[in-house]
C-alpha cells in the first residue's frame, strides 16, 4: 500500500531522515521504533504530509506518487495522522471535535449519512464518548483524550492511519486498552504504522518493525524478531553499548 | 447630568464600538492578525456609498452595494495579501496590515482627494424621539438593533453552525484542523467576509453620525476598536462586548463630567483609564481568549 523509496527530509539545514526506504502491504501494521529524536515522528508527518522530503519518493497503492499531494489531499486518499500529544480540541465538545474528523467525508457523497454513521461507530467503539459527548474535550482524562483521538482520526475513514506515540502518558491500563482498540482496527484489515519510544505493546500489534537512530534505519525486520532485549538495546543506544 | 439619558448614550455608544471590536478580533480569533487596516474598509464603505449614491440609487440599494463591495474587498485582501502571511510571527503580520492600510489610503487619496466627501444618510435616521424620561435618536435605536443582531447571529453561527465549528477549530489549532481536512482557506475567506461585513454595518452607522467620510479618517474607528479589544481581550466575543460597552459609557461619562475647560480632555481622560485598566489587567478584563470567539 505505502512505499518510500531512499526518503530524505530535516528541518531547516538539519538532517532528520537520513535515506529510508520501507514497504508497507495493504492489512500490515508497521511497528516505528527508536529513541527520542530518531526522526520517528517526522516519518509519519513525510507520509501524512505535513513535511516535504528532500529527495527520495512516496507511492501510495503502488504507482501514485505522493509528493504533489497536500495534507488534505492525502486524508481523502485514505492517509490519516492522529498526532502526537493527542492534540484535541479543548474549546470542542466531545462530538464537535469527531465531526471536525469527518470533515473529508462531507466532499463525499452521502457525506452526512457517512457522518451520521461514523458518529455511531465511535460511540460503540468507545462507549465513554458517547457518555461524555456534549461536555468539552478538556474534560476527558489523559486515556479518554487519546480515546477520542483515535475516534476523530478514525471518523475520517482512513485506509492507513498513522498513530504517533499512541500511549504517551498513559497509565499502563489506558495503554493497554488503546493497543485492544488498534488490534481491534487491525483486525478489521486497516493498515496501521504504529511510532513508539517503549518497543513492547507496538511489537506485539504489528507484523513487521524498523528501529530508526539518528534519522537512519538501523534494523528492519519481522516484528517477531524485533523481541529480543539485545537487539533492541544495540539498536537504540548504538553497538559500542552491547 | 441625568443618569438615564446617560444609560442610554452610553450604550448606544457602545454598541458601535462592540461592533467595531467584533470584526477585529474575529479574524484575530482565526489568524493572529491584529488588522490595522480594519479602519480602512470601513472609510472605503464610506467612499462607495458616496459614489453610489451620486448614481441615483435608493438609498437602501447604495447601502447594499456598499456593503457587498466591503465585503468583496475584505475577502480580496484576505485571498491576495493576508493569508499568503498565515504562520509568519505576529508582527510580520501587523506591517502586512499597515501595509495595506497605507496602499487603501493612498489610492482613496487620489481618486477622492484629502477634502472630507458627503455621506448622504436618510432624514428620519437624524431625528430624535423624546420619550419624556430620555431622549433618543433613530440612529442610536438603530446602532443598538444592529449590534444586539449582530450578537446573536454570531453567538449562533459560531456556536451552533458546521462552518462557526471549523471556525473555533481552526482558531484552537489550525495544524491539526488541516490535519482533519478541514479547508483553512475556506475558512479563512469566510471570518474575512463576515468582518468585511461588520465593518461595512458599523460604518453605516458611523457616518450617518459624522455626514462626511474623508480618505485619512480611518485612525478614530481603529483606535476605538483597539481600545476595546484591549480592555476587553482580544479573540472573544464577551470580550469585544465588555471592552465596547465600557469604552462607550466612559467617553460618554466623560462628555458629561468634563465640562468648561477641561471638556477638549474628554479622549485624554479615557485613555488614562483605559492604560489603569492594562495596568491591573494586563491580558484585558476577561483575561486569554481561548479560541474561536468563545
Not at chain 2, 456609498?49 to 447601502?63: D, F, I
Not at chain 2, 469604552?247 to 458629561?256: D, V, W
Amino acid at each position: 500500500m505505502l512505499e518510500l523509496d531512499r526518503v530524505s527530509t530535516g528541518y531547516g539545514r538539519v538532517r532528520a531522515l537520513d535515506t529510508v526506504s520501507l514497504t508497507l502491504g495493504a492489512g500490515h501494521t508497521l511497528a516505528v521504533l527508536g529513541p527520542n529524536g530518531a526522526g520517528k515522528s517526522t516519518l509519519l508527518k513525510l507520509v501524512a504530509g505535513l513535511q516535504a522530503p528532500w529527495s527520495g519518493t512516496l507511492k501510495l497503492d503502488g504507482s501514485a506518487d505522493l509528493s504533489p499531494l497536500d495534507v488534505t489531499a492525502r486524508v481523502h486518499r485514505g492517509i490519516v495522522l492522529c498526532p502526537e500529544g493527542r492534540r484535541i480540541f479543548t474549546t470542542l465538545s466531545v462530538e464537535e471535535n469527531l465531526c471536525i474528523g469527518g470533515t473529508a467525508l462531507l466532499a463525499r457523497p452521502g457525506g452526512a449519512q457517512r457522518m451520521r454513521e461514523g458518529l455511531e461507530r465511535a460511540y460503540s467503539l468507545f462507549p465513554i464518548l458517547a457518555e461524555r459527548r456534549h461536555g468539552p474535550g478538556s474534560a476527558l482524562s489523559g486515556g479518554q483524550q487519546q480515546m477520542l483521538a483515535i475516534a476523530r482520526a478514525l471518523m475520517a475513514e482512513p485506509r492507513l492511519l498513522l498513530l504517533d506515540e499512541p500511549s504517551l502518558g498513559l497509565s499502563p491500563v489506558m495503554a493497554d486498552e488503546v493497543y485492544a482498540t488498534l488490534a481491534a482496527l487491525k483486525a478489521e484489515g486497516m493498515t496501521l504504522i504504529v511510532v513508539e519510544e517503549a518497543a513492547g505493546r507496538p511489537l506485539g500489534l504489528a507484523d513487521t518493525a524498523m528501529i530508526l537512530r539518528n534519522g537512519r534505519t538501523v534494523w528492519r525486520g519481522a516484528a517477531a524478531a524485533a523481541r529480543d532485549p539485545d537487539l533492541l538495546q544495540r539498536a537504540y543506544l548504538g553497538d559500542h553499548a552491547a | 447630568m441625568n443618569l438615564l439619558q446617560l444609560g442610554v448614550d452610553g450604550l448606544a455608544t457602545g454598541s458601535v464600538y462592540m461592533m467595531l471590536a467584533l470584526g477585529i478580533s474575529l479574524v484575530f480569533s482565526v489568524m493572529r492578525l491584529v488588522n490595522f487596516a480594519y479602519g480602512m474598509i470601513i472609510v472605503w464603505f464610506g467612499f462607495m456609498l458616496h459614489v453610489l449614491w451620486g448614481t441615483g440609487l435608493p438609498y437602501w440599494l447604495c447601502v447594499l452595494g456598499a456593503l457587498a463591495g466591503t465585503v468583496l474587498l475584505s475577502i480580496v485582501l484576505a485571498r491576495a495579501i493576508f493569508m499568503p502571511f498565515v504562520g509568519a510571527p505576529p508582527a510580520t503580520l501587523l506591517l502586512a496590515s499597515f501595509g495595506v492600510a497605507i496602499v487603501l489610503q493612498s489610492v482613496a487619496v487620489v481618486l477622492f482627494g484629502e477634502p472630507a466627501r458627503p455621506v448622504q444618510t436618510p432624514q428620519i435616521l437624524l431625528t430624535s424621539i423624546d420619550t419624556g424620561w430620555f431622549r433618543i435618536s433613530v440612529l442610536q435605536l438603530l446602532s443598538l438593533a444592529l449590534g444586539l443582531t449582530m450578537l446573536v447571529g454570531l453567538e449562533f453561527l459560531i456556536g451552533r453552525t458546521r462552518i462557526g465549528m471549523e471556525i473555533r477549530a481552526t482558531a484552537e489549532s489550525p495544524e491539526v484542523a488541516r490535519l482533519m481536512a478541514v479547508r483553512s482557506d475556506r475558512v479563512l475567506t469566510f471570518v474575512f467576509a463576515l468582518s468585511g461585513l461588520i465593518a461595512g454595518l458599523v460604518a453605516l452607522v458611523w457616518f450617518a453620525q459624522s455626514g462626511s467620510v474623508t480618505a485619512r479618517g480611518d485612525l478614530a474607528p481603529t483606535l476605538k476598536a483597539f481600545v476595546a479589544v484591549v480592555i476587553g481581550g482580544l479573540g472573544t466575543i464577551r470580550g469585544a462586548v465588555l471592552g465596547g460597552l465600557v469604552l462607550g459609557f466612559l467617553e460618554t461619562a466623560m462628555s458629561g463630567l468634563l465640562v468648561g475647560a477641561l471638556s477638549g480632555f474628554q479622549q485624554t481622560f479615557v485613555f488614562a483609564l483605559v492604560i489603569l485598566i492594562l495596568l491591573l489587567r494586563p491580558e484585558g478584563l476577561l483575561g486569554k481568549a481561548t479560541g474561536g470567539m468563545r
